[in-house]
């Protein structure tokens, strides 16, 4: 079955730097989509790239999306201690179909 | 901006009742989920409801767990006799499901916690 699976599992920067999370998935996809959750909290949604699509923004945050090696990357810009979260990568198959959700990255910015 | 809500925040329960988990939509979406997130690990997708049917089902999904929109707005997840494996986060996902390109995100609600003592 198809599975997101982020790395780095842990990653740890200061204020101000960039922040890269890395996605791989098994099988063909229609869309992914990233979320953020904070600890013991809901899941927050962040963008979705659907898979005809190689690169999207929203505000400080940057997605790529390589179908051939079915991997996707998070990229937060200007990261501030807030951005502290898991970061799910998730992909659907279909449309409208269940979301696979890999195991996350854990982000802590460091003041 | 509309939210998926969703009650109790949480619930602890002995083991073998029942409980049932609440959720209210984002109105005028039409695809409903129940996911799952046992402390510490991934989020596993439990089953997913379209046109008042169940459209698909995970393996957790056993009949033990039930799902329904008894009133057309509420959508709740049973369980009929929790286990103590059954503590984890329950959370409710709803998808606008029109053919735009925004109408495929799934927005999820803040959770249920369950607690199986």
């Known amino acids: 079955s198809q599975q997101g699976e982020e790395d780095p599992q842990a990653l740890s920067i200061q204020e101000g730097e960039n922040a890269t999370m890395n996605c791989s998935y098994k099988t063909s996809i229609n869309n992914l989509q990233w979320y953020r959750q904070n600890s013991g909290r809901g899941l927050v949604h962040l963008i979705l790239i659907r898979s005809n699509e190689r690169e999207k923004h929203s505000g400080r945050l940057r997605v790529t999306l390589d179908t051939s090696k079915k991997s996707s990357s998070l990229l937060i810009t200007a990261s501030r201690a807030a951005d502290t979260a898991s970061y799910f990568c998730?992909?659907?198959?279909?449309?409208?179909?269940?979301?696979?959700f890999g195991q996350g990255t854990r982000l802590t910015i460091n003041p | 901006e509309p939210e998926v809500t969703q009650t109790p925040s949480h619930q602890v329960t002995q083991m073998g009742q029942e409980v049932i988990l609440r959720c209210v939509p984002i109105s005028n979406h039409l695809y409903f989920y129940w996911y799952r997130q046992i402390l510490g690990q991934k989020v596993e997708f439990l089953v997913s409801?379209?046109?008042?049917?169940?459209?698909?089902k995970s393996e957790i999904f056993d009949d033990q767990f039930s799902v329904e929109r008894p009133d057309g707005s509420n959508f709740t997840l049973k369980i009929r006799s929790t286990k103590l494996e059954d503590s984890a986060m329950y959370f409710c996902a709803n998808l606008l499901g029109l053919a735009t390109t925004s109408s495929y995100e799934q927005y999820f609600g803040p959770g249920t916690r369950l607690t199986v003592t």
């Open positions: 409801f379209y046109n008042n049917e169940i459209s698909e």
């Open positions: 998730a992909t659907a198959s279909e449309g409208a179909q269940k979301l696979v």
